[in-house]
């Protein structure tokens, strides 16, 4: 028999549960499978909380394999290099730069970092840009500033509050983010941006349910892969060339013990390092 508007909306999400414990089909987009059996999570390190107050974001901070990363909304505005392992190398004051809510960190061909301030726990924030930072001490800040073409209010109502955001990359001269839906339905929401200062209006290019919260992004360099950074999961998926991110294969990576996981980084093709808000640093490496 035919489905009502909110039955249609439960049965998705259960199909949706179901294809995340790599069971079920969630809605013609193919299977969660598992990738248990493929990595091996290791604890590598720890900040020290008092000189680096938060990890919401990393990067490569060049050929040594050394880090970028900062603290989201309500800290000082600094970028901190630090080791794989959490020691502190480098603070670098972006001042006058407000850290409204920094949270996730990308970087261009050109070793330009991208810094996303588009936290909007609210969903009412009329301001969500991107610092470009280049230059030799990262001293050039070009601004993106940006809108979601679907928002109409500010803030919309509490079902329809799906305009925050933690996560996205750069790959091929456009940003992608990913919201963090904190309003009904599970629904994670992909989003395009040119990768240039201006203000623009992003493309909605695709959504998924997941069952948790997304809170880190990043591409492998080959532009092969995509993990998405959940609490106590990692979501990963293979690109397929001229289709939608979510139409290519999908598995997810528990992450007991991790906590709170707020960010994440390919350190190559295969493996990565997310950071939880206690400041450990873990590392994902792919068995061969």
């Known amino acids: 028999m035919p489905f009502s508007?909110?039955?249609?909306?439960?049965?998705?999400?259960f199909l949706s549960a179901a294809a995340y414990c790599g069971c079920s089909s969630d809605q013609g987009r193919g299977d969660f499978?598992?990738?248990?059996?493929q990595y091996e999570v290791e604890e590598i390190g720890r900040l020290d909380r008092q000189r680096v107050a938060e990890s919401s974001g990393l990067e490569i901070a060049g050929p040594e394999g050394d880090l970028w990363t900062h603290a989201d909304g309500g800290n000082t505005a600094r970028l901190y290099k630090i080791t794989r392992q959490g020691d502190l190398l480098q603070t670098l004051d972006l001042a006058p730069l407000?850290?409204?809510?920094?949270?996730?960190l990308?970087?261009?061909d050109e070793q330009r970092l991208y810094l996303g301030d588009f936290g909007n726990n609210q969903n009412k924030r009329r301001n969500l840009c991107i610092y470009?930072?280049?230059?030799?001490?990262?001293?050039?800040?070009d601004t993106i500033e940006f809108s979601y073409p679907d928002q109409r209010a500010f803030p919309p109502r509490k079902p329809k509050r799906n305009f925050d955001c933690e996560a996205f990359y750069y790959y091929q001269d456009s940003l992608y983010l990913f919201t963090k839906n904190r309003g009904e339905g599970h629904w994670l929401k992909?989003?395009?941006?040119?990768?240039?200062?201006?203000?623009?209006?992003?493309?909605?290019?695709?959504?998924?349910?997941?069952?948790?919260?997304?809170?880190?992004?990043?591409i492998s360099p080959d532009?092969?892969?995509?993990?998405?950074?959940?609490?106590?999961?990692?979501?990963?998926f293979e690109r397929l060339p001229g289709r939608r991110l979510f139409d290519g294969l999908k598995s997810n990576l528990a992450l007991p013990?991790?906590?709170?996981?707020?960010?994440?980084?390919?350190?190559?093709?295969?493996d990565f390092i997310f950071s939880n808000e206690k400041g450990k640093l873990f590392s994902v490496t792919r068995k061969h």
């Open 98 to 104: 407000q850290n409204i809510d920094w949270e996730d």
């Open 190 to 218: 992909q989003y395009v941006l040119p990768a240039r200062p201006g203000r623009h209006l992003a493309r909605l290019a695709d959504s998924l349910q997941l069952p948790t919260w997304v809170t880190s992004a990043d």
């Open 5 to 13: 508007a909110p039955q249609k909306l439960v049965l998705g999400f």
């Open 33 to 37: 499978g598992s990738a248990e059996d």
């Open 223 to 236: 532009g092969k892969r995509v993990v998405l950074l959940g609490y106590e999961q990692a979501y990963l």
């Open 257 to 270: 013990e991790s906590g709170q996981a707020e960010a994440l980084v390919f350190v190559n093709e295969q």
């Open 132 to 141: 470009r930072l280049s230059g030799s001490g990262l001293n050039q800040v």
């Open 106 to 108: 990308t970087q261009d």
